[in-house]
């Protein structure tokens, strides 16, 4: 019977996770609140003034990256979903360098190497207007952006491939 009603109160608290921080509060919700409603965090890195940068992803099929900026008193300045069009602007091929792009949009959904081209290519699914898209991040060897570009997902919702 305690199992029962164990396993109901973690469904009951499961059910009340937030996908996207809906209820979260800037300037008053806590880290700790933030982490209990998103779930765990997949990357962290520090910011400009005891700032620090808490990134939950809803890879691949969520097609979103959610960037909690937390400030040095432990409270949420801000929560952002970094996979849109306005953040993909601040990208340029021969300049952006692969931390920048980490720091963007979080860790890549996945990575593929091509060694005898010297590249590396990290992909997150996205979501756009019309259709599931596939953002590609093309580096050299060296962490310089060479090639960045959104196409359709073929496997995508919206698409010509088997998820439509």
């Given at each position: ?16 996770a ?60 801000v ?23 980490r ?28 259709s ?33």
């Amino acid at each position: 019977m305690l199992r029962r009603i164990l396993l109901l109160a973690l469904v009951a608290l499961t059910g009340c996770a937030s996908y996207d921080g809906r209820g979260l509060v800037p300037g008053r919700s806590t880290e700790a609140q933030v982490e209990a409603l998103m779930g765990p965090a997949v990357y962290r890195r520090a910011g400009p003034g005891g700032d620090k940068y808490v990134y939950y992803s809803r890879l691949p099929f969520g097609r979103e990256m959610y960037v909690a900026t937390i400030d040095g008193s432990g409270t949420l300045k801000v929560l952002e979903q970094r996979l849109q069009e306005r953040y993909f602007a601040k990208v340029q091929p021969g300049v952006t360098r692969a931390d920048d792009i980490r720091a963007l949009f979080g860790p890549p959904h996945r990575i593929d190497k091509f060694a005898r081209m010297g590249r590396e290519i990290w992909e997150y699914p996205w979501r756009g207007l019309t259709s599931d898209r596939l953002l590609l991040v093309q580096y050299s060897y060296d962490g310089i952006v060479r090639e960045f570009y959104s196409i359709e997902d073929p496997q995508g919702v919206g698409s010509d491939g088997d998820g439509a």
